[in-house]
């Protein structure tokens, strides 16, 4: 049981790559990248797809293992100190691979490894838990997300009222545009709506949107009177990396899937058909299982190291990474899920 969890300690491999970044110069400050996105996706093309599922006994002991929540909470600290060398080392005197390098590392430090346990602690009960999640989104100033995923997402997830929910035939790129601009104004939507239902207004600082977006601008103040207004730039660069690389997830995570309405003209309840799952376990272990997304969307109070392999679920054919890098090109894109996508409303 106490190897179960270690095996996450994989996570933090991207982390000692940054800091290396930070630390050198030249190509190899592209080394987190290169992980990601070449040596993952690589090695699962010789790793089979592992769909077993523990036990519920094993279930039990696993969410007593204090293990699993620590390995999270290291994430905390550790994606902040990298901030930290990350702004100590970015200076316009750096030559341009270096530079986007370094830049490129901690876009990648706050996608993959910043957001996305924002998200796993943004659905924990525990106050301090979701503070956690809350200064994670910060260091991709997407706090924001905090809101719209957890009252928005989850509860228009594969509908046409879901900003992050990937429309059939619909690019990575225009669903960049839609998402990141539809996503922020249904956060202030939701928030707004919250304080109406208790006779508040919207225009106070009881808003946790207003409150976001003053901690954010706070930030940036404190970045550009301690670094100045170039690397304060640099940061936005590596803050928009982190944040498009969240919706590229969100784009792969429910594309072309739809929920029906029933005859009340209400939608079906969630199920696990809606997302697309990976059991690619090179993928699984990078992200903390949030390629066992059919899982997370059914109960989405269920932690990360009891989500299951659902058989009714639609499988991706390679895990997270892969897929991102397919996303990219849309034409292989269409080629590849459009199929899988026909043959799932062929079905239905």
Known sequence: ???????????????????????????????????????????????????????????????????????????????????????????????????????????????????????????????????MAKALLLTSLYMHFFIEHNRGHHRNVSTQEDPSSARYGEPLYLFWLRSVSQAYMSAWKIESDRLKKKGLSSFSLRNEMLQFQLIQIILLIGIYYYFGLQVMTFFLLAAVMGFLLLETVNYIEHYGLRRNKNENGRYERVMPTHSWNSDHIMGRMLLFELSRHSDHHYIASRKYQILRHMDESPQMPTGYPGMMLLASIPPLWFKVMNKKVNAIVRNC
């Open 1 to 131: 049981m106490i190897l179960s969890s270690l095996r996450y300690l994989s996570v933090f491999t991207l982390p000692i790559l940054a800091i290396i970044s930070f630390r050198s110069s030249g190509w190899i400050t592209f080394l987190p990248l290169i992980e990601a996105f070449f040596l993952i996706p690589l090695l699962e093309l010789f790793f089979s797809p592992d769909p077993n599922n523990v036990t519920e006994a094993e279930e039990k002991l696993r969410l007593k293992n204090p293990v699993y929540d620590f390995l999270v909470y290291l994430v905390v600290p550790i994606h902040f100190y990298a901030l930290w060398l990350f702004l100590n080392s970015v200076h316009p005197e750096l030559d341009t691979v270096t530079l986007v390098g370094r830049i490129t590392s901690m876009g990648m430090l706050c996608g993959v490894l910043g957001i996305n346990v924002a998200h796993e602690l943004g659905h924990r009960t525990k106050k301090y838990e979701q503070w």
